[in-house]
């Protein structure tokens, strides 16, 4: 009797890929808020003992930068690009305080120029396909150039008062206020305003630092980031961003 062929296995479909759905933009919430005032207060302090004290500071603050703005691109690991990227602030932090009174400026434009020649020549013979060496290029590149202009606050006045303002509008967009979710960045954009005013700054600082956290808080929290990117980027933005606004404010319209 012959003896029935076995039924043909197949091989389970694979499952669909997940599709993410609903706005990109995840708000870092209110800790990673929190620990950007600490910063500031860290910031602050460091200002108060003087430019050393505050570059000190300014080195922690860019090392998370770096960190947190190739997380938030989507590099990981990446160690010895933010190694580079750090280091790249460093240098800056250093230049400036080795410069002359007129001189602090074109040291950071040097630095910046000098390390982004750097990034260009090593991931130009960087053994990679085109398409990954070119996206690594532009990560690299921005991520020195947001982590050196952290460097501004050391060519800033009143640091205390703009990373003060920088805090405020940091935690009141972060709140949970009844009301539409603008009404939390609008308070704190006023906040850090009145506090500029309340302590005689340049009318621009606090409008530019709080313009700045908040423009920081929102690059921080777009395309779905993961909890690692608001615990790096989504603390160290909105200082970051807001160093060279401050910078303006207050040397250029100050």
Not at 56 to 63: A, D
Not at 86 to 91: K, R
Not at 225 to 251: D, E, K, N, Q
Request: with cysteine; hydrophobic share 60%.
């Amino acid at each position: 009797m012959p003896v029935p062929a076995p039924a043909p296995v197949h091989a389970p479909a694979p499952a669909a890929p997940a599709v993410r759905t609903g706005s990109p933009i995840n708000d870092p919430g209110l800790q990673p808020a929190l620990i950007t005032a600490g910063a500031a207060a860290l910031l602050a302090g460091g200002a108060a003992l003087g430019q050393v004290g505050l570059a000190l500071v300014l080195v922690l603050l860019q090392g998370l930068t770096a960190a947190g703005w190739f997380r938030l691109n989507g590099m990981w690991p990446a160690r010895q690009g933010i190694a580079l990227a750090a280091l790249s602030g460093v240098v800056a932090d250093v230049a400036v305080l080795l410069a002359d009174e007129d001189g602090g400026t074109a040291a950071v434009v040097g630095t910046l120029g000098g390390f982004f020649l750097l990034v260009l020549v090593l991931q130009t013979f960087r053994p990679a396909d085109p398409k990954e060496r070119f996206y690594a290029l532009t990560v690299l590149g921005s991520a020195t150039v947001v982590t050196v202009l952290c460097t501004a606050l050391l060519l800033s006045d009143w640091v205390p008062a703009a990373v003060g303002a920088v805090a405020l509008a940091t935690l009141l967009a972060a709140a949970p206020l009844p009301g539409p979710k603008w009404l939390g960045p609008l308070l704190g954009l006023l906040a850090a305003v009145g506090l500029g005013l309340a302590v005689g700054a340049p009318p621009a600082l606090g409008a530019a630092a709080g313009l700045g956290a908040l423009i920081g808080r929102r690059v921080a929290g777009y395309d779905f980031p993961s909890r690692f990117v608001h615990m790096t980027a989504g603390v160290a933005l909105p200082l970051a961003v807001a160093s060279p606004l401050v910078w303006i404010a207050t040397t250029l319209l100050g």
